[in-house]
């Protein structure tokens, strides 16, 4: 039986009210594997001797995407093609998920991360490992019902340098990528990145430049070869309102960059949706975190408006204490935000939440009576196993002694 795909149902509301919709899309950027090499799969979480890194390995990485894909949090998991080759094709993980696979369907020089390697500060150039055949079947040329077999979703990239003859050849590429998946039924998203070399294009003018490449890109595609939406760094209100207001159904997403703090994460996503964006892709952002799954629900929980981006640290240190797993950073460290671009100004200081008296601590792991902030008026008499309280008349403490107790009963 065919299973609804949550993308799609937000997707379809999205235009049909672009203005009204509150829907957000979020994505668990899962294809490292494309980029960083050995470093991909994240830093082990276990001590070793002499203090050595190591990382997962990708068979760690890959029973991750499993346990995310199966918490249903997600709309998008996307991957390598040879990560979606097992997991959609051989295990047939998203057969009964209302989660979407997807494959990222081209990796430009840029990304290409190896230790001594040079690639990432030079111009970008076109590159594919990926053919569509592949990502859709798992082999060289698929039958037409072969293609519903593997992931049907791609991400294109593209990092405009401001060089005619670069861009003119990132573009050219791009055209025959979309010509080749318009003819064999293949969605794409865009992403577009920030050039990847210096002196480019000045700093104030970046926003302007990135979001005129886009449109200009797009001016000439009609419907059929239009991506579902877009992946971009995120340059404050201002950049975001004026592509929105360009095309309301120019969907927008925003790209998660380096992990940060969790603040940096949980604000970012606050934002980008407050000033007109829909989707969230965070791929070290969800990997480099103490607890992925935790980490996840927060930003669904802030994605659907149920907590604000303060309120969701302080509950997410609170899940990691009744866990028992420390933080990489303590609350007040976490707290503080390393971006530039969240208000017009756009400053680029360090800015930190203080813990005010009225903030909410983390408290022990055992969680107290009714702590979930429901009306109840016994102890232990709420029911919000089964039903949401309303969150909008919770104080902020009462929202983060809520999601806290609802981790314990989740994780034990």
């Given at each position: ?12 509301r ?6 009204r919709a509150t829907d957000?899309?979020?994505?668990d ?11 991909a ?5 276990e001590?070793?001797p002499d203090?050595e890194i190591?990382h997962?390995t990708l068979?760690?990485f ?7 894909v199966e918490?249903?949090?997600v709309?998008i ?7 979606s080759?097992?997991l ?9 998920s ?10 430009t020089t840029?990304?290409h ?7 990432a500060?030079?111009p970008?150039?076109?590159f ?5 055949d592949?990502?859709?079947c798992?082999k060289?040329?698929?039958?037409p019902e072969e293609?519903a077999l593997?992931?049907n979703l ?5 990092t405009?340098?401001?060089?005619a003859e ?9 055209k ?9 039924g293949?969605r794409?998203?865009l992403e577009?990145?920030d050039p990847n070399i210096d002196?480019v ?5 970046l ?11 797009l001016?000439?595609?009609t419907?059929?070869?239009r991506?579902d939406?877009?992946?971009i ?7 975001m309102?004026?592509l ?6 120019l969907v927008?997403?925003i ?8 603040y940096?994460?949980f604000k970012?996503?606050?934002e980008a949706?407050?000033y ?6 965070f791929?070290r952002?969800?990997n480099n975190a103490e607890h992925?799954?935790a980490f996840?629900r927060?930003?669904r929980l802030i994605?659907?408006?149920?907590v ?8 997410y240190?609170g899940?990691?204490?009744a ?10 460290q976490?707290?503080?935000l390393h971006t530039?671009v969240?208000?017009y100004?756009g400053?680029?200081?360090?800015i930190?939440?203080p813990?005010?008296?009225g903030a909410?601590k983390?408290a022990?792991?055992?969680p107290?009576?009714n702590?979930c ?6 102890p232990?008499?709420c029911?919000c ?6 969150f ?6 009462q929202k983060?002694?809520?999601?806290r ?5 989740i994780?034990?």
């Amino acid at each position: 039986m065919s299973v609804t795909k949550s993308l799609d149902e937000k997707l379809a509301r999205i235009h049909a009210d672009p203005h009204r919709a509150t829907d957000f899309i979020l994505a668990d950027a899962k294809d490292a594997d494309m980029a960083l090499s050995i470093g991909a799969p994240g830093r082990s979480p276990e001590r070793w001797p002499d203090g050595e890194i190591r990382h997962r390995t990708l068979a760690e990485f890959r029973n991750l995407i499993v346990e995310i894909v199966e918490q249903d949090m997600v709309d998008i998991m996307l991957m390598s093609a040879s990560t979606s080759e097992l997991l959609t094709i051989q295990q047939r993980l998203f057969d009964s998920s209302r989660v979407t696979p997807a494959a990222r369907a081209n990796d430009t020089t840029d990304i290409h991360i190896v230790r001594g390697g040079r690639y990432a500060s030079q111009p970008s150039l076109p590159f594919r490992t990926a053919t569509l055949d592949h990502i859709q079947c798992g082999k060289v040329s698929c039958k037409p019902e072969e293609r519903a077999l593997g992931a049907n979703l791609g991400l294109y990239s593209i990092t405009f340098t401001n060089d005619a003859e670069r861009d003119r050849a990132n573009l050219e590429a791009y055209k025959a990528f979309r010509l080749e998946a318009e003819a064999k039924g293949f969605r794409h998203f865009l992403e577009v990145f920030d050039p990847n070399i210096d002196g480019v294009v000045s700093p104030e003018q970046l926003p302007g430049y990135i979001n005129d490449c886009i449109v200009r890109a797009l001016g000439g595609v009609t419907g059929r070869g239009r991506p579902d939406f877009l992946k971009i760094v995120y340059h404050g209100p201002r950049a975001m309102e004026e592509l929105v207001r360009y095309d309301p159904h120019l969907v927008v997403g925003i790209l998660g960059g380096a992990a940060g703090t969790t603040y940096d994460a949980f604000k970012l996503l606050a934002e980008a949706k407050k000033y007109g964006g829909r989707v969230a892709l965070f791929g070290r952002k969800i990997n480099n975190a103490e607890h992925q799954l935790a980490f996840i629900r927060f930003l669904r929980l802030i994605a659907d408006g149920e907590v604000g981006p303060e309120e969701a640290v302080h509950a997410y240190h609170g899940t990691l204490q009744a866990l028992g797993i420390a933080p990489t950073r303590p609350l007040a460290q976490d707290m503080e935000l390393h971006t530039g671009v969240m208000n017009y100004a756009g400053t680029g200081k360090v800015i930190s939440i203080p813990l005010t008296a009225g903030a909410a601590k983390p408290a022990p792991a055992k969680p107290a009576e009714n702590s979930c902030g429901c009306t109840a008026t016994k102890p232990n008499a709420c029911a919000c196993d089964d039903t949401k309280p309303d969150f909008q008349t919770m104080t902020a403490a009462q929202k983060v002694a809520y999601h806290r107790e609802r981790w314990n009963r989740i994780l034990g």
